[in-house]
């Protein structure tokens, strides 16, 4: 029973991660800038960033930015195309080097310099803890969303491109958090890229509260 309940909790959880992490943070915010947002904010979408198994998230930002420029070509980091599809599904690409371009503004900010510098140990000390409260908890709050976020990662830049160019995948919204709505997302910054995009929606409450900014 416990490990069931844990295997859920870690389900729901991944979802959080999605939103607010991924999709909200790493994606629409430090890569796009898409909206205006708080100290807070930075430093909890890092996080979740970090424990989502983004790696360095400023690699990840910059990477993103490498890929809308560069998108479906032999440039482009991990296009299934050029790249390979298993090679890109299984997230065994590598870029041998990032343009400085493509960073510009995320080593200023000292959240985002921080957690590029000690994403390793962040993710380790909150493994370890973690697996000290207890197995089940490290179970569902680390080891789940990792993996996760790992799978959507590959399966995400695989499916969401073909030779055709970017295309919408909306199953893929599962794990993507409404990424899933590819081709809406390269043709343009919008906010809310289809009216089942659960980020787009969850953002657009924000700013209507007035916790985020246009």
Do not use: C
Not at 33 to 45: C, L
Not at 62 to 72: L, V
Not at 118 to 132: D, E, N, P, Q
Not at 178 to 203: A, P, S, V
Request: no cysteine; glycine share 8%.
């Amino acid at each position: 029973m416990a490990l069931t309940t844990s295997i859920v909790v870690g389900i729901i959880w991944y979802q959080i991660i999605a939103h607010i992490g991924i999709s909200a943070g790493l994606h629409r915010y430090w890569t796009h800038n898409s909206f205006k947002a708080g100290r807070i904010f930075e430093t909890v979408s890092l996080y979740m960033a970090v424990l989502a198994g983004s790696l360095s998230p400023l690699g990840w930002a910059a990477t993103h930015r490498m890929h809308h420029a560069t998108s479906d070509t032999e440039h482009d980091p991990h296009s299934p195309t050029h790249k390979g599809f298993w090679k890109v599904i299984t997230s065994t690409w590598t870029v041998p080097n990032i343009p400085r371009r493509f960073a510009k503004g995320l080593y200023k900010n000292p959240r985002m310099k921080f957690f590029h510098k000690h994403w390793l140990k962040i993710w380790l000390t909150t493994a370890v803890i973690s697996f000290f409260i207890s197995p089940y908890f490290f179970l569902s709050f680390v080891f789940i969303p990792w993996l996760l976020a790992r799978i959507g990662y590959g399966l995400g830049n695989a499916v969401t491109h073909d030779a055709k160019g970017a295309k919408d995948v909306p199953w893929m919204n599962i794990l993507m958090a409404g990424e899933g709505y590819h081709k809406q997302h390269h043709n343009g910054k919008r906010l809310r890229l289809h009216r089942f995009d659960t980020t787009g929606w969850f953002i657009e409450r924000l700013i209507k509260f007035g916790v985020f900014k246009r």
